[in-house]
């Protein structure tokens, strides 16, 4: 190839950062060894001294892990203890490999590759299968939002390339991913000991028919992954060369900046116009993330490191208290109260921890309580700031969600933490938080509750059905909205079909996401509550705390819970919507009483076995008890 | 939302691998600069050093670079690597300073006699120690990269250092995203590595494209060498030829500079910055072969760095 080509390729070659994430026997550094000698990346003093190292620590093969693990102890002991950092091209692409090692101790050196990466990969030893480490994997490479994960199954020679094998493992990681979300995950079965699908195809596989993992690697399409649409330019410092010039310089965290642009400066809150973006190579027409840029305004402002410039209109919250997810990475246990520094974007401010609701159990998602976290432990948090900074979540934006945590008295850095959605944060912390503005309260009305009952001529109650999916909550439901209304009960029922589409549109289905649900369900009951009226809910509500948040907030004197109680064999056998049976088969990841857990209720005011009652039955059995109880009169 | 606006993804936002590098670097220097009190760049006047000054000079455009660039001076360096270092940062208007051990070259340290550990340790180590401990430095920013050697894979961008200026591997900082922790107690320091994430080839054709200038060591040219063992070395004043040794004139270039006893060249016939990117894309060693002092004990550049050396 001609000079000029050659030089042209590599000019226009992108980046690719990725990290790999393996347990100690899976052959992570065999993989990487192998995609560094197979795409020529290794340089022949560096083979040599791989196979006198080789040699001497009495390998029978030349051992390509070897040419990974760096430090002295990490060669004699045959792990590998810290992130390395790996560099390889193809004409396409660069590639920066952040070579993590697996093993659970470990995980705050997985975060930390992972922290950077457009790309995970996660190794899977064919002949172990899916292990909890694995699983880990998976979530930390979710958790940190790599937006693209190929979960890689290796050493597919030791099982003679079997892709019955291969599909089994394929399917149970499918269906644990399915509970994550991953933008972009794929499967490929490898041999990186062999060569297999690694850069070549080779003949062994033929059953496979997906792409390699290096021709994988160098299409994947990482452009879309940037924020190009909220302008964040954290001041980083401020260039006074002399008394002419003032320019703020930055990293563009997100969004792009033209001159002429309006623009805010955080916290101030003062407007001014970009003047110029100027550079060493002349003026730039616009900018845009990651580039490391200089911006002159038209007006003379005072603005300081640490604030960050916006469009109107579009500004992050600023705040003292975020909720976000926590990675602790040091020896010394987390502890609430005490005083840390907490480095965001470019400020450094003092916070303290508030809560830690619960920690992840990383292998297998479940939330526990905990006091405390421990070296490579992660959990929810609230956080408080002595001083407010201008955040995003971090699933809308890396650099303004994220920050680390420093130690005051060691100065080490003790955490890392993705901040949450504000939007769901203010709705999460129970019914018992504070409205987000101090000025709301509640305004007596000129009409009581005795009044609306006088005019309704019943009480009000909220009849809260709870039970698996297809345990028979709307066909009861509705029966008995009907029954009631018939009546002359004004009676409504709040289900899925009325508030998913409308109220609670946004929301999936995680655990995050069904707890929010059932709490704006509970609100907008008690709200019609308030107005005299029964309301009958039909949601799963798998959750008790959930269901304890419920009644909490419509209050213990209208809130009647109905455990529909229907065996879970019976509700398949039904699978009126055909759910149960996606959810075996993976398609649909977090499924109750399948995948996720159903927490039964402890003491119902009513427990409905309908495997043994008809629908007018058990309908009737709660009619019955709302006579009972006086909400509704007796009658004649 | 303007027309304009709409071509998001397109070849308007387009950002290539030296892009990102060079963003990443000149964000780097502006952190440190902004958080420490006071910052120097350790200057070798190699050509990592001149990619990093060049970084320096885009970083805080249209000022001048704000902290001295030092040079750590083991006089054993080739006569023109002092030339270039002279006249380039005269052209740039830096701040140079030299600093010299000069007790242990009073001594005559020299590694023939000394041998290269303790040579290296005196000239370079403990000479870079007391160079930032006079100076009062409490971040020293070195052109060392990942791709290098394979104990610098594992090396931090803020590479902390204790009060003796020692690295502890097993005791390092995470590093996540662009944050960087600059806590420090009283007497500890940092060394920062804005280049980590280049490679060899990442320097040499961002030398090409920014047309930075270099020591013209690098280009391939007939001079005077011995061959000893399996490197290249030239013959100057003070190299002693060995017994039955004997010099001959060869087509060869550097590939690296250090002290003129112990780098070697390699044969070439590079004439241009784009004859070596070509000759790169086909070269068979890792740069640092011609680095005699890198062989002299088992696992050494790792020896070297927990001991103080950058």
């Known amino acids: 190839m001609p000079i000029e080509e050659l030089l042209q390729q590599n000019r226009d070659a992108d980046l690719l950062r990725f990290t790999t994430a393996g347990s100690?026997?899976?052959?992570?550094?065999?993989?990487?060894?192998?995609?560094?000698?197979?795409?020529?990346?290794?340089?022949?003093?560096?083979?040599?001294?791989?196979?006198?190292?080789?040699?001497?620590?009495?390998?029978?093969?030349?051992?390509?892990?070897?040419?990974?693990?760096?430090?002295?102890?990490?060669?004699?002991?045959?792990?590998?203890?810290?992130?390395?950092?790996?560099?390889?091209?193809?004409?396409?692409?660069?590639?920066?490999i952040a070579d993590t090692p697996g093993h659970e101790q470990y995980t705050r050196n997985m975060v930390t590759g992972a922290s950077t990466a457009n790309l995970a990969i996660v190794l899977i030893d064919a002949r172990n299968g899916v292990l909890t480490q694995s699983k880990r994997h998976g979530f930390i490479a979710s958790l940190l939002g790599i937006p693209h994960v190929i979960v890689a199954v290796n050493k597919m020679d030791l099982v003679d390339y079997s892709e019955e094998v291969y599909e089994e493992i394929k399917e149970e990681y499918v269906n644990f991913m399915a509970k994550l979300d991953i933008r972009d995950l794929c499967y490929i079965p490898i041999s990186a000991l062999r060569g297999d699908n690694v850069v070549n195809p080779g003949d062994n596989m033929p059953w496979y028919k997906g792409a390699t993992l290096l021709s994988h690697l160098e299409s994947v399409y990482i452009a879309s992954d940037r924020n190009l649409i909220d302008l964040r330019f954290p001041v980083q410092y401020v260039n006074r060369p002399n008394?002419?010039?003032r320019g703020y310089c930055g990293t563009v965290a997100s969004g792009v900046i033209r001159p002429g642009d309006q623009v805010v400066a955080m916290p101030s809150g003062q407007t001014s116009r970009v003047k110029?973006?100027?550079?060493?190579?002349?003026?730039?027409?616009?900018?845009?993330?990651?580039?490391?840029?200089?911006?002159?305004?038209?007006?003379?402002?005072?603005?300081?490191?640490?604030?960050?410039?916006?469009?109107?209109?579009?500004?992050?919250?600023?705040t003292r208290e975020v909720e976000a997810m926590l990675v602790w990475m040091s020896e010394t246990p987390f502890s609430l109260n005490k005083p840390y520094f907490i480095k965001h974007t470019t400020n450094t401010v003092r916070g303290s921890f508030k809560e830690l609701s619960y920690r992840v159990n990383p292998n297998n998602l479940h939330r526990e309580d905990a006091d405390s976290l421990d070296l490579n432990e992660i959990g929810r948090v609230s956080l408080e700031l002595f001083r407010p900074i201008m955040c995003d979540a971090y699933s809308r934006n890396h650099s303004t969600g994220s920050f680390v945590v420093i130690d005051l008295m060691s100065n080490s850095t003790v955490a890392a933490g993705m901040i949450i959605d504000r939007e769901h944060a203010r709705g999460v912390p129970e019914e018992s938080a504070e409205p987000v503005s101090k000025n709301i309260h509640r305004e007596a009305g000129l009409v009581s509750a005795s009044d609306r009952e006088r005019l309704l001529g019943h009480k009000p109650a909220t009849i809260w059905l709870t039970g698996l999916s297809g345990s028979g909550k709307s066909t009861i439901g509705k029966d008995l909205e009907k029954r009631l209304v018939d009546e002359g009960v004004a009676c409504y029922i709040l289900d899925g079909d009325n508030v998913r589409h409308g109220l609670n549109r946004e929301l999936g289905f995680s655990a995050q996401d069904r707890k929010e649900n059932i709490r704006r369900i509970a609100e907008v009951a008690r709200l019609f509550n308030e107005a005299g009226l029964v309301v009958v809910t039909a949601f799963i509500s798998p959750y008790r705390d959930d269901r304890e948040a419920a009644r909490r907030i419509i209050g213990e004197d209208h809130f009647v819970e109905v455990f529909v109680d229907t065996p879970i064999e019976l509700c398949e056998q039904r699978d009126p919507k055909g759910l149960y049976k996606r959810a075996r088969s993976g398609e649909i990841g977090e499924f109750t009483g399948v995948t996720a857990p159903y927490e039964e209720p402890k003491e119902p005011q009513l427990r409905l076995p309908t495997g043994d009652l008809t629908v007018d039955a058990a309908t009737e059995e709660i009619v019955a008890y709302l006579r009972q109880q006086g909400v509704i009169p007796q009658i004649g | 939302m303007c027309a304009e606006e709409k071509k998001t993804d397109g070849e308007a936002y387009k950002i290539t691998n030296l892009e990102i590098l060079e963003a990443e670097s000149i964000q780097i220097m502006r952190e440190v600069v902004a958080e420490f009190e006071r910052p120097v760049m350790l200057y070798s006047v190699g050509k990592d050093s001149s990619v990093m000054v060049h970084l320096a000079r885009k970083a805080f455009h249209p000022g001048k670079i704000p902290f001295p660039l030092l040079h750590v001076d083991t006089s054993y360096k080739f006569p023109e690597m002092y030339a270039f270092r002279d006249q380039y940062t005269k052209d740039i208007g830096a701040d140079l300073r030299v600093h010299r051990n000069e007790e242990a070259i009073a001594a005559g340290a020299n590694p023939w006699d000394w041998g290269t550990v303790k040579c290296c340790g005196a000239l370079k180590t403990q000479a870079l120690l007391t160079a930032l401990k006079?100076?009062?430095?409490?971040?020293?920013?070195?052109?060392?990269?990942?791709d290098e050697e394979k104990s610098r894979a594992k090396e931090r961008i803020y590479s902390f250092r204790d009060a003796h200026g020692q690295w502890d591997p097993k005791n390092q900082r995470p590093e996540l995203w662009d944050l960087y922790n600059s806590r420090m107690n009283q007497g500890e320091s940092i060394r920062v590595f804005p280049i980590s994430n280049w490679t060899e080839l990442d320097v040499w054709h961002y030398i090409h494209l920014e047309k930075i200038p270099v020591v013209p060591m690098y280009f391939a040219r007939e001079q005077e060498m011995v061959t000893r063992g399996k490197h290249l070395i030239p013959v100057g004043a003070k190299t002693r030829l060995l017994p039955g040794e004997t010099s001959e004139m060869i087509m060869c270039r550097f590939r690296t500079l250090g002290c003129y006893p112990c780098t070697g060249a390699i044969r070439s016939n590079a004439l241009t910055v784009p004859d070596i990117i070509e000759e790169m894309m086909v070269v068979r060693d890792s740069e640092r072969i011609t680095r005699i002092i890198d062989f002299d004990q088992d696992s050494s550049m790792e020896t070297k760095k927990r001991e103080g050396y950058f």
């Open chain 1, 24 to 96: 100690v026997d899976d052959g992570k550094s065999t993989l990487i060894g192998r995609l560094l000698s197979d795409s020529k990346c290794i340089y022949e003093d560096q083979l040599a001294a791989m196979e006198r190292d080789s040699k001497k620590l009495n390998r029978e093969e030349v051992d390509l892990a070897l040419l990974m693990d760096g430090l002295k102890s990490e060669r004699e002991q045959g792990i590998t203890i810290d992130v390395a950092y790996r560099y390889f091209s193809t004409p396409r692409r660069r590639f920066v």
């Open chain 1, 243 to 245: 008394l002419d010039f």
């Open chain 1, 276 to 318: 110029s973006i100027v550079s060493f190579d002349g003026d730039k027409e616009y900018a845009f993330p990651p580039e490391s840029v200089t911006l002159c305004l038209e007006d003379e402002r005072d603005i300081s490191r640490g604030d960050m410039l916006c469009h109107p209109g579009n500004v992050p919250h600023m």
């Open chain 2, 134 to 146: 006079e100076g009062g430095y409490d971040a020293a920013f070195g052109g060392a990269r990942r």
